[in-house]
Nanobody
C-alpha cells in the first residue's frame, strides 16, 4: 500500500487549506485513517484519526479547527484545516492507522511522504 499526500503550501494566519491523501495498492474501505504532523525539533503529533465504524481520535491542538473525511470511492481521504495559526507550521503526514476502539489513541502503520504547511503571521 502506498499513500501520497498533497495540498500543502503557504497560507496566512486565519486561512484554510485542505490536504489530500491518495491510497494506492489497496482499498481504503477497511482501514482506519489518520493525519499527523511534525514540527521542526518536535516529535510527530497525532491530529485526527477515524476508524471504519466512526470512532475518532482528536488531538487537543486541532479541536474545532481541523476535520478529517474519507471518500472510499476515490480511495482518498482529506484533512480540512481552518483558522490556521503559525504554530500549525509543520510537515503533515497521512497514514493508515491502528486505533483503540474508544478513539483514545491512534498510531500510524503505513505512511505517506509528508507535505509541508507553512502559516505566516
Amino acid at each position: 500500500v502506498q499513500l501520497q499526500a498533497s495540498g500543502g503550501g503557504l497560507v496566512h494566519s486565519g486561512g484554510s487549506l485542505r490536504l489530500s491523501c491518495v491510497v494506492s495498492g489497496g482499498t481504503l474501505d477497511y482501514h482506519p485513517i489518520g493525519w499527523f504532523r511534525q514540527s521542526q525539533g518536535k516529535e510527530r503529533e497525532g491530529l485526527l484519526c477515524v476508524s471504519t465504524d466512526g470512532a475518532r481520535y482528536v488531538g487537543d491542538s486541532v479541536k474545532g479547527r481541523f476535520t478529517i473525511a474519507r471518500d472510499n470511492a476515490k480511495n482518498t481521504f482529506y484533512l480540512q484545516m481552518n483558522n490556521l495559526k503559525p504554530e500549525d507550521t509543520a510537515v503533515y503526514y497521512c497514514a493508515l492507522v491502528h486505533m483503540w476502539g474508544d478513539g483514545s489513541d491512534c498510531w500510524g502503520d503505513s505512511w505517506g511522504q509528508g507535505t509541508q504547511v507553512t502559516v505566516s503571521s
